[in-house]
């Protein structure tokens, strides 16, 4: 597998979400989890910031034209929904899902295509600054992935690729429920999944089912485990060990 590390730097007026981050500078948005079919796309992004960061950044993800993820300039009709799960002081956490429609695309969209399966997806919003974070296949083709990025972004949108490394024996990391990195709901969620066939090949029981098992709502259950495999794959893609930079050409 490999690590792609790239960002998207937005002029004003191009990202509904960049132009909020911008006004409030120590604010950020991070993916939680982050998947995506041919049709459609789901994640969990979690926000810190002031109340009035929060505040503007919960209404640009509820009020925005068209989501943050679609790389298109005006709405393409796309179905989304965006739900609030948790929100405190300091913190906000938004489970949004987002329907294709012909006319759409997107990064996850585009990495599929050309980026093959398996992919882990992680991004992080700074100001006007959207980095993602990507592991994919030893033999992905990278130079069609950017290809068809660029074909896609405005003139006014700026591309920084900041790495991109091969992943090793030496830069894994293993985890053991001593590693304390999930919760007590997270890893009874998570070990729930796995009882019941969630993570088998193919598949004996989606999420909504196994909430019914459960006897808890299906979202609770879906930020649980979609979280719990976010902590995992964050321990993973961030351990010390992952080179910082290679030459991009």
Same mark, same amino acid.
């Given at each position: ?22 006004? +409030?500078? &120590? /604010?950020?948005?991070?993916? =939680? @989890?982050?998947?995506?079919?041919? %049709? ?104 069609? +992935?950017? &290809? /068809?990025?660029?074909?896609? =972004? @405005?003139?006014?949108?700026?591309? %920084? ?89």
């Amino acid at each position: 597998m490999r690590e792609l590390v790239f960002a998207l730097d937005y002029d004003p007026g191009w990202n509904t979400l960049a132009d909020t981050l911008a006004d +409030f500078p &120590d /604010a950020r948005v991070r993916s =939680l @989890s982050l998947h995506a079919t041919a %049709d459609s796309l789901w994640r969990v992004d979690h926000a810190t910031g002031s109340p009035d960061a929060l505040s503007a950044i919960g209404d640009a993800f509820l009020t925005a034209d068209y989501y943050a993820d679609c790389l298109a300039t005006e709405p393409c009709g796309a179905e989304s929904e965006t739900e609030v799960l948790d929100e405190t002081d300091d913190t906000l956490v938004l489970y949004t899902y987002w329907q294709r429609t012909p006319v759409c695309t997107s990064i996850p969209h585009l990495a599929l295509e050309h980026l093959g399966d398996g992919l882990l997806f992680e991004t992080q919003h700074e100001q006007r600054r959207h980095t993602w974070r990507i592991i994919h296949p030893e033999d992905a083709d990278i130079h069609r +992935f950017f &290809d /068809a990025l660029d074909a896609e =972004l @405005s003139a006014d949108v700026n591309v %920084d690729i900041n790495r991109l490394t091969g992943l090793s024996a030496t830069n894994t990391t293993t985890f053991t429920a001593e590693d304390d990195i999930l919760s007590r709901e997270q890893r009874e969620a998570l070990t729930a999944a796995v009882e019941h066939g969630f993570y088998k090949t193919p598949r004996e029981i989606d999420l909504g089912e196994l909430a019914e098992e459960l006897g808890v709502p299906r979202s609770t259950l879906t930020y649980r485990v979609r979280r719990a495999e976010a902590e995992i794959i964050n321990q993973y893609m961030n351990h010390d060990s992952v080179p910082d930079s290679v030459p991009t050409s």
